[in-house]
């Protein structure tokens, strides 16, 4: 058996923690034994349809309570798990049911498993020839013992961010979650009598599958896991899920913390709930804005949340979920840096005068993970050289399930290139500045995306987290860009031009250049991802 599965199991039948969701409506507190044992319904109902070991098996699930003994009942049948999107109010069901269908015959599986409240897909994925389990039927089944597994096994095939209709999905062994889960327990000073975990990520993402399911499974640690569908609903849910559980450990991407602050200060009491348990506050899934984080500081001052407790981080589905956290109690760190001098040398000098960028410090590699920094002919560069980010090391996932087979994440020395630009301080801390594929180039400089959204975001009326940057003209002599951004008073005319204008005026006073167009929309219209990630290249047809 799998030093993942043995453990997971042994750890369930002697944890005094367990798992609580059912929030805020019908909170439901589970023992990992019940899981365990829920688990085992769960395997034998696959066992009955034909499940075993190397199948794949599709979920599409809402609910934690469902989804944590469907995935461990999968994992005792030796097959992998892949998550598959959920659709939101936002999604166009259409373009979401062409993405599952060639998700599910990427990874050739052999069934879907489906809950509520996607039921009403169940008869059109049966409709499709696919087989179709319900976890109702599942949970009803007789409970068989697990098969023997392998560390090698795949256990998760995770889709990757903005996965479409050319979709890939990273396959996770056993031995990259056992890796991967020891190297952050190490990395957060992780105790399993006193903390306590609350989450709402979604479980089709890497960070809510993997690091905040998966791994607190493992371990058999507490866990509060609610929906994102029921953080969307009320913002303030999170901190109240914290202070009532007294939680100490969570995580989100830099929006969600944005989106807290912004609560906190418009409808949040002071004493309406404490957040001074709150010890290790993750930022990762997309770039650490400092304002964003000094902002939610000072927002929850007053309700205890202590400054040291946000952790930026470093981390994607290749390596398992996690590569780098900042220092366990030390805060946010920011390297202020010459812009010129990075735009345009590729160096990240250390400078407060004139300008500068601000960018966020998120760590040391991880025990078992190698970071280094290469140059475009692949020569290391140097502490303070900025070119693409490569890691290696255990939790590093050998490749990609594609429509067109296996396709290898590591080269011929175990490097996995993460498409980061970025550089390493003097002393060994990982700093990102942006994504390789988005970064536009203008005579001989780099102009970064999230500078242009960030002044883009300054703009009165302009939704949080709703500008995007978009590269023109991508190999051009001369490239160039747009910004597109949301705003509720899209259809008043005056109101529309003041956008664009201050829009204009911020962005050109941020990074010296002025955008070729300016583009106000109607919210909800900016393409992101299931997760809530800018999706660029997709808003070109929204500028041109």
């Known amino acids: 058996m799998s030093r993942f599965t043995e453990t997971m199991y042994a750890n369930a039948q002697r944890s005094t923690k367990g798992l609580i969701t059912g929030e805020p409506h019908v909170p439901v507190r589970q023992s990992w034994a019940e899981v365990h044992q829920r688990a085992r319904q769960v395997a034998g109902g696959l066992a009955a349809a034909g499940i075993g070991p190397g199948d794949a098996v599709a979920v599409l699930a809402g609910a934690p309570v469902e989804i944590a003994p469907t995935a461990q009942g999968i994992w005792m049948r030796g097959a992998s798990a892949t998550m598959v999107h959920q659709p939101t109010p936002r999604t166009d069901l259409v373009r979401w049911a062409e993405e599952t269908t060639a998700v599910i015959n990427m990874i050739a599986a052999r069934a879907v498993v489906v809950s509520d409240p996607f039921m009403a897909a169940a008869p059109v994925l049966a409709g499709m020839g696919m087989t179709v389990l319900?976890?109702?039927?599942?949970?009803?089944?007789?409970?068989?013992?697990?098969?023997?597994?392998?560390?090698?096994?795949?256990?998760?095939?995770?889709?990757?961010?903005?996965?479409?209709?050319?979709?890939?999905?990273?396959?996770?062994s056993h031995a990259n979650i056992v890796a991967n889960a020891e190297a952050m327990t190490v990395g957060c000073d992780f105790d399993i009598n006193s903390d306590v975990i609350v989450s709402w990520l979604p479980c089709f993402h890497d960070m809510g599958m993997t690091g905040y399911l998966t791994v607190p499974m493992y371990y058999g640690a507490e866990l509060v896991k609610v929906t994102p569908m029921d953080f969307l609903g009320d913002i303030l849910l999170w901190p109240k899920l914290i202070s009532k559980y007294k939680g100490t450990m969570t995580a989100a991407p830099n929006f969600a913390y944005n989106l807290l602050a912004k609560r906190l200060r418009r409808q949040a009491t002071v004493g309406e709930f404490d957040l001074s348990s709150l010890r290790w506050a993750l930022s990762g899934a997309e770039q650490v804005d400092p304002l964003d984080v000094e902002d939610l500081c000072e927002a929850g001052a007053p309700f205890g949340l202590k400054p040291e407790a946000i952790i930026p981080a470093y981390g994607m589905a290749e390596t398992t979920v996690a590569v780098s956290f900042s220092e366990c109690g030390g805060g946010m760190v920011v390297d202020e840096v010459d812009a010129d001098l990075l735009a345009v040398l590729h160096r990240a000098v250390p400078a407060t005068k004139g300008h500068t960028r601000?960018?966020?410090?998120?760590?040391?590699?991880?025990?078992?993970?190698?970071?280094?920094?290469?140059?475009?002919?692949?020569?290391?560069?140097?502490?303070?050289?900025?070119?693409?980010?490569?890691?290696?090391?255990?939790?590093?996932?050998?490749?990609?399930?594609?429509?067109?087979?296996?396709?290898?994440?590591?080269?011929?020395?175990?490097?996995?290139?993460?498409?980061?630009?970025?550089?390493?301080?003097?002393?060994?801390?990982?700093?990102?500045?942006?994504?390789?594929?988005?970064?536009?180039?203008?005579?001989?400089?780099?102009?970064?995306?999230?500078?242009?959204?960030?002044?883009?975001?300054?703009?009165?009326?302009?939704?949080?987290?709703?500008?995007?940057?978009?590269?023109?003209?991508?190999?051009?002599?001369?490239?160039?860009?747009?910004?597109?951004?949301?705003?509720?008073?899209?259809?008043?005319?005056?109101?529309?031009?003041?956008?664009?204008?201050?829009?204009?005026?911020?962005?050109?006073?941020?990074?010296?250049?002025?955008?070729?167009?300016?583009?106000?929309?109607?919210?909800?219209?900016?393409p992101k991802t299931p997760s809530g990630k800018l999706r660029r290249a997709h808003a070109l047809a929204l500028v041109n």
Not at 486 to 492: G, I, L, M, R
Request: glycine fraction near 12%.
């Open 134 to 172: 319900t976890i109702a039927d599942l949970l009803a089944s007789d409970p068989i013992a697990p098969v023997d597994t392998d560390d090698d096994a795949i256990a998760l095939m995770q889709l990757t961010s903005g996965s479409t209709g050319s979709p890939k999905a990273v396959q996770i």
């Open 358 to 526: 601000r960018l966020v410090v998120l760590g040391q590699p991880l025990h078992g993970l190698e970071l280094r920094v290469v140059d475009e002919d692949g020569g290391e560069l140097d502490a303070r050289g900025v070119g693409v980010i490569e890691v290696r090391g255990e939790p590093v996932t050998r490749g990609y399930t594609t429509v067109g087979g296996f396709i290898a994440a590591q080269n011929e020395r175990g490097w996995y290139d993460t498409g980061d630009l970025g550089y390493l301080t003097e002393t060994g801390d990982v700093v990102v500045c942006g994504r390789l594929k988005d970064v536009i180039i203008m005579a001989g400089r780099n102009i970064y995306p999230t500078d242009i959204e960030r002044a883009a975001g300054r703009v009165t009326g302009v939704r949080p987290g709703c500008a995007v940057a978009v590269r023109l003209d991508a190999g051009r002599s001369r490239e160039t860009f747009a910004v597109a951004v949301e705003c509720k008073d899209y259809a008043d005319e005056a109101e529309v031009r003041r956008v664009e204008r201050q829009v204009a005026h911020e962005v050109f006073a941020e990074v010296d250049v002025r955008p070729r167009n300016v583009v106000v929309l109607a919210p909800g219209t900016i």
